[in-house]
């Protein structure tokens, strides 16, 4: 028997560097996991639009976005998300924790190293990392 309710709409960043880590951000809140800026497409607001606004909040750098990686549908025992995840490229700005309290650490790490623990966005760093664009995944998380 599937879930019944619609899927919330999020978005995350695939941010690398001239060496090839991948942008992460800690939360500060929760399990203070990492993973790359995520977070809600808003109503009225593109994934695309969603993205770039989550990326300046969490990190403080304007970016552009490249291209879509992949999408994942992401089913828990009682909520589904659709995750938009996309290949960014940083415009403006050098990452920077915000001043709202939401981010406890930023930094670029070697995808191949990854600190722990990982929030749910974070699939999308292996997808990212290969270079392929256009995936779907169906994926369930314990949540």
Known sequence: MGIKVPPTLTCTALIFDG?????????????????????????AETPQEAVVREVFEETCVDVRVERLVALYHSRGRRQRWLTFAFRCEIER????????GEIAEIGWFDPSDLPEPLTHSARAIA???????????DVFVDA
């Open 127 to 137: 997808d990212g990392v290969v270079g392929e664009f256009g995936i779907v995944r």
């Open 93 to 100: 700005g050098t990452p920077t924790i915000p001043t709202t």
């Open 19 to 43: 060496a090839r880590r991948i942008l992460l951000i800690r939360e500060n809140y929760g399990e203070r996991r990492y993973g790359p800026p995520a977070g809600a497409v808003e109503p």
